[in-house]
């Protein structure tokens, strides 16, 4: 969605840094030696011999520096919105007033905080819709606002995480009394809530294992698919041929061949496809 994509690029954060055991022992080794030639000490070849009591120290003294590095990344990701997780995220999620909803990934709570700081101008922006829509209802996975010819009438699309993604009459019930509630809607706009335009597409495809592949991975290659669309299939999401081809070619498969549909299926920014039959025909075994 679009908000993980914001997050995603921004880039690495410079107070995260993961650095080598072996560089951190190397450093370590090389202070070592430094303050024992000020005692007139030369250790340079005793501290790299194996089972040697100096070299033992040195290397826990490497690892324990590690540890206490990895705890203050830890520490680091947990103040970040594109890191932070559990506990760490509702307190996050806190700072601009919002509350995780009953059964709630960390990424759809996550999206509904961006989508909060974008949307946080009392002038009816429409990511100010999509965080209320959102918060309505925790089956919504989509949301798309856009307005008809230029005039006042705003439709606001979803599109559900369950029943095939098309939304029932409670949560399109939940949406219009969030999205219009005083405070909310914007007094000029004239808002429709409705289900997005769904276009069912049905898929036909023939499929060749390698040798030794079970059938097993051949009898799960629907359930990989659907699943696959369910995850990253959205809104304004096109059904490309090869992204079908891409899914299905998992371990053991040697060859697949998209037959339906033969060019991609293309929608609108407001439309979601919904995944009609599935037909995979097993072609035989190739090397």
Do not use: C
Request: proline share 5%; glycine share 6%.
């Amino acid at each position: 969605m679009a908000e993980q994509s914001y997050l995603d690029a921004l880039p690495p954060p410079q107070a995260i840094m993961v650095v080598p055991e072996a560089d951190v022992l190397a450093d370590i080794k090389a202070v070592f030696v430094t303050l024992a030639e000020k005692y007139g000490l030369d250790v340079t070849g005793i501290i790299d011999l194996e089972g040697e009591p100096a070299n033992l120290l040195l290397q826990v003294d490497a690892f324990r520096e590690v540890v206490i590095r990895a705890m203050i990344n830890d520490a680091v990701k947990a103040n970040l919105l594109a890191f932070a997780a559990g506990a760490d995220l509702d307190h996050l999620a806190a700072f601009y007033d919002l509350t995780r909803l009953t059964g709630e990934t960390d990424a759809a709570l996550r999206s509904r905080v961006v989508l909060a700081i974008q949307g946080r101008s009392p002038a009816g922006p429409e990511e100010r819709y999509m965080f209320v829509a959102r918060s309505a209802d925790i089956r919504v996975k989509e949301v798309r606002v856009y307005r008809v010819d230029g005039g006042p009438k705003i439709r606001i699309a979803l599109l559900s995480s369950v029943n095939g993604g098309v939304p029932d009459s409670a949560m399109l019930t939940a949406v219009t009394a969030a999205v219009t509630a005083p405070g909310v809607r914007v007094v000029s706009d004239v808002i429709e809530v409705l289900a997005a335009t769904q276009v069912t597409s049905n898929i036909i495809g023939a499929v060749w294992l390698l040798p030794d592949t079970p059938m097993e991975v051949f009898n799960g290659l629907e359930a990989v698919l659907r699943g696959a669309w369910s995850a990253e299939a959205g809104i304004g999401f096109d059904l490309e041929p090869s992204w079908i081809e891409a899914r299905l070619h998992v371990t053991g498969v040697k060859r697949v061949l998209v037959i339906t549909p033969s060019a991609p299926v293309v929608v609108d920014e407001n439309t979601a496809i919904a995944l009609g039959t599935v037909t995979l025909t097993f072609a035989g075994r190739q090397r």
